[in-house]
């Protein structure tokens, strides 16, 4: 029996792996900031079977009790889906310190303490893989989005290093690297998507994501980054 954590869980692709994974057979452990995952979700999911927390990651202590709980559970975690994230997406004469924060601590922090804090359990696993959500802001700059585009190229660094410092050792480290995705994500969120998609802006829709994850999970052999970017996105960023 496999054992996922996922962070972001209750998020738009977030929920939509950890329904997913059920369906793999998969034990999930959910991590969730407010949303209100003990809706959908909790109804959905076998709480026999699967374990939910709460926890604001710009908490560093929140995240610390997370991991302990788990490693007092878990015996083995075999994969860790960092999901969570925030999209600040202002100019540097509007950005405020905390929000930069805010920003560093959940997009780069959290998947920092996740990783090295399960890191003994993920140990355990035979084929275990840390699979973290970047964007095409982690590769290619944009103007007015100084936080999100400098914390996502952040992850981007940390994903690949740590790929390379596993390599051969049990814990693939992957970056997918996406797009813009029919989400409620960042400043302006779903109705300011639909608009630009109106006039013409293509988008991933989540389903199609969340089944290249899928993919990803059951390859015995998997590189360092996947990149999924919808038509026309590397023109626009250019
Ligand atoms: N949508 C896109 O266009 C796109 C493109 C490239 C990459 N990505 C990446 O994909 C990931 C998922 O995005 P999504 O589109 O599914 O957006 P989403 O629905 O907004 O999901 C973001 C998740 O992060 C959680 N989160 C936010 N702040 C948190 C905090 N302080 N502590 C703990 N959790 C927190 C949210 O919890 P709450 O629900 O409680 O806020 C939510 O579950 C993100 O890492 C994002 O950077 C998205």
Known sequence: MKTAVITGAGGAMGSELVKALEKEDVTCILIERE???????????????????KADFTNQKDIQNIISNIISKHQKID??????????????????????????????????????????????????????????????????????????????GLSLTLSREFKGRGVDFVLLTLGSVMTDFGTGGLIYRKKLETNGKKYLNVEEVISKVIEIIKLSSRKEEYTLFPEGYEEETK
């Open 35 to 53: 949303r209100d995952l003990l809706g959908e979700l909790v109804h959905m999911l076998d709480g026999n079977k699967h374990f939910f927390y």
């Open 79 to 156: 994969y860790l889906f960092n999901v969570a994230g925030i999209g600040i997406y202002k100019k540097l004469e509007d950005l405020t310190l905390s929000e930069w924060r805010a920003s560093m601590d959940i997009n780069v922090n959290s998947i920092f303490l996740f990783s090295k804090g399960l890191l003994p359990l993920l140990k355990n696993s035979k084929n275990a893989m840390v699979l973290s959500f970047g964007s095409g802001m982690g590769i290619y700059p944009k103007e007015n989005r100084v936080a999100y585009c400098a914390s996502k190229f952040a992850l981007r």
